[in-house]
């Protein structure tokens, strides 16, 4: 299959990957966010090109599946950068200096919350909780929480060293 | 062989509790002793995180927190046969933060392994369902009345009343919908017991369909929670292998199904239409009410759409009967709530008590006060749309009417503490920003009202014109809470009232800025 291959090449785009994915989940009750997070993970983003795609097998209108993908923060319209950092902002976080860490980060990274680092390592998010408020601030780097984060803390869990 | 027990909770993880796990079973292998590993949820001790027990003759010696680094001296110091160490906490049940809790939602989080049906109902669980499949679909129902339970998700609706609603209405195809979008800050109830007793969860769902007649379930769960959403998948993959879902649950005859859902990014999504909306693949946004969900909700069928907390009570409540449930609490608020502490706390953690307990006992003697040793000046009770309270509301009972009297709300049990140092007025206006970025856009008093307020909140900030642009900020609150479809809009003043008049001194700039000459 030419899914990873797809997901390194951002021009590239892998319908063949959309279409079996579409297929597979189709029979199940509300299919649409299923298949929007599976082409996510998969793709690395929902490019516009899949979206007719999925419209088709739905059933549904494009301007509907348009719709959907835009409604929704978790479904990127470009491909993210090799490790995503999410940082929380809400209030637990900010009572324990997020925001001061957000400010750190961005100075660390060069880039505001919501971009991505010009050589394609880091993007950089804002999120409001993920349920580590006992531990905050917090953190999640490529999908694995960072609690009492700090720029040391996120620079390891980025390098792959668990926290 | 002697059992060691780990948290594989997402929080413990996240100071280390794996790398913990790894160094044990390493040093054990590499002085020969045999161990056995089991990895829990989290006891919801958190400043204790990692937190490792050891068990000795049927008691649980704790050690925390734990280093990856601490772990030959542990040995050392032989942690195994309970030995001292400077980490050691003696038993774990008797540590004062848990002996005073009174855990039924949460009785089994942190004790079992969460990946196992016999460790489930070797300590309990599954006796609930026994006896609901035992019982007339109207009598479970009655005895989730009897017992007082009122939804835990904020808005305090009685449980039973719902679950009526759904059992009388037709229909061949029903629906049990949990919502796991705990989108609130400072709440991470749901996440820990999906993650440390997600049977219980499932206990319930299944208990709530053969209530009310549905035969299908799904469980909502934000995306911000992937480790939960896992631990939850291969829960009701385990269930439907051990029969406690599927066509005969228990041999029972009945049949329940169950699949767990993400979310995709949206605070609104919790909210429960808009969650509805979302499961059937379509953009979060609120449906008007009438029809209620209990009518008419998951693809136009009759639906019980509950908060996870709501039904993890359930097996409980049918376990030990209602009348037991019901003893707890004070007023109208019955049973337990399992209230979270967090932000600037020193003891941040899982505190579970029957109603009644006041704000102050929360803070002061679980909290233990601020975790950076400054006095404490505001608690944000309830979530981002939940007021914010100064310390001389600290004698105020959690109760739900307590809480609404005095303008503020329990909401889903979160408790945010904050020290000295912050400045209400860029809550306020957090407020309004969160409202704005969050907003489903359907209404405009939500959508236009909560950029404005922003905006207005930052000239206050600024020191220009204060007066008149708190009167707007007033104005527009009332706006917003007379105008919004739901409680996004309808709610976002109260965080920024309370801020407001509570703590005057931090929106009037001019006088603050003479202080500082
Ligand atoms: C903006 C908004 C967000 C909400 N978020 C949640 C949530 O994350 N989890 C939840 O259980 N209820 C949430 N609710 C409440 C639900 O609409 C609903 O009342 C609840 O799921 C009902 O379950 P319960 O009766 O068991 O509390 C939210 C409501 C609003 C208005
Ligand atoms: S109040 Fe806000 S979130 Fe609620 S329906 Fe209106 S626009 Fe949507
Ligand atoms: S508020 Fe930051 S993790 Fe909950």
Known sequence: MAGPAAAAEDAAFDAAAVIEIAEGLRGLEGPLLPILHAVNDRLGHVDARAVPLIADILNLSRAEVHGVVGFYHDFRRAPAGRHRVQVCRAEACQAMGGEALVQQLERRFGIPCGQTTADRQVTLEAVYCLGNCALSPAAMVDGALVGRADGERIAAAIAGRAP | MIRVFVPGDAAALSVGAEAVARAIAAEAAARGIAVTLVRTGSRGLFWLEPLVEVERAGVRIGYGPVAAADVKGLFDAGF??????????????????????QRLTFARCGIVDPASLADYEAHGGLKGLRRALAMEPAAIVAAVTESGLRGRGGAGFPTGIKWRTVLGAEGPRKYIVCNADEGDSGTYSDRLLMEGDPFCLIEGMAIAGIAVGAEKGFVYIRSEYPHAFRRMQAAIETARVGGLLGADILGSGRAFELEARLGAGAYICGEETA??????GRRGQIRFKPPLPAISGLFGRPTVINNLITLATVPSILADGADAYRDYGIGRSRGTMPIQLAGNVRHGGLVERAFGLTLGELVEEFGGGTASGRPVRAVQ???????????ALFDTPLDYEAFAARGGMVGHGGVVVFDDTVDLARQARFAFQFCAIESCGKCTPCRIGAVRGAETMDKVIRGDAPEANLTLVRDLCEVMRDGSLCALGGLTPMPVLSAIDHFPEDFDRAAQSCAAD
Not at chain 2, 82 to 97: D, Q, R
Not at chain 2, 275 to 280: P, V, Y
Not at chain 2, 381 to 391: E, F, I, K, M, R
């Open chain 2, 80 to 101: 195994l046969a309970g030995g001292a160490h400077p980490a050691a906490l003696g038993p774990v049940e008797a540590i004062p933060y848990l002996a005073r809790q």
């Open chain 2, 275 to 280: 969650l509805l909306e979302s499961l059937e």
């Open chain 2, 381 to 391: 009770v309830g979530g981002p749309l939940g007021a914010y309270w100064p310390t």
